[in-house]
């Protein structure tokens, strides 16, 4: 057997369980060396069209690793190209296929980590090994949406007011304001020179 972890091994579900996001899964020890390995048979087990090996690593690594650890020694194995090099560039294609498989079925493992910093981490690597790839496009797009997600909750959560408009009509006067995500109405009653003042929600129809 080439690894202590086979495949089969691999694809059993022993590993469901909920994780801290960061921290590998407790209860499976890696023999020293043996993440490294696992991580450098990555590639070219889809260069030999191996269907299994690459799906069974993505399904059940969080249980002796993290993202983290795994993407540094994939961009340690792979840090360097040749320009104009045939084998390099089918290397790049491939190394596109396992991120953008990895980013399909488990964005979790790049979205949600602290600060984007896992995202922000691809990101970097493909901009510099291949920054006209479709998966640089693709990654760099669904960055700058979560970013400006991000932005936009930030600016919710810490403004208790982002507008306010008077509105002035017959009897009332309206003064509307979008505090946090529900906007509300503050309306001053004028009727015999009595205003009384009176915050309602206002219901979109």
């Not at 048979?41 to 795994?70: H, I």
């Not at 953008?100 to 090994?129: H, R, T």
């Not at 509105?167 to 009653?189: D, M, P």
């Amino acid at each position: 057997m080439r690894h202590c972890i086979s495949r089969v091994s691999f694809l059993k579900g022993e590993h469901k369980s909920t994780h801290v996001l960061g921290e590998p899964c407790s209860g499976k020890i890696l023999e020293p060396g043996m993440l490294e390995k696992l991580v450098k048979n990555l590639v070219p087990s889809l260069q030999r069209g191996d269907p299994f090996f690459v799906p069974a690593f993505l399904y059940a690594y969080r249980r002796f690793s993290t993202t983290k650890q795994v993407l540094d020694l994939f961009f340690k194995r792979y840090g360097f190209f040749h320009d104009d090099c045939e084998e390099d560039e089918q290397i790049k294609n491939l190394i596109c296929f396992f991120l953008g498989m990895w980013l399909d079925k488990y964005p979790d493992d790049f979205c949600k980590s602290e600060d984007l910093a896992i995202l922000n981490q691809l990101m970097a690597y493909l901009l510099v090994n291949m920054p006209f790839s479709e998966l640089t496009v693709r990654v760099h797009r669904l960055l700058t949406q979560l970013e400006d997600l991000e932005s936009t909750d930030t600016q919710l959560k810490h403004s208790e007011e982002t507008f306010s408009k008077w509105l002035i009509t017959g009897e009332e006067v309206w003064v509307l304001a979008l505090t946090g995500s529900r906007l509300k109405r503050l309306v001053f009653f004028a009727t015999r020179h009595q205003f009384t003042p009176v915050w309602e929600d206002v219901l979109f129809l």
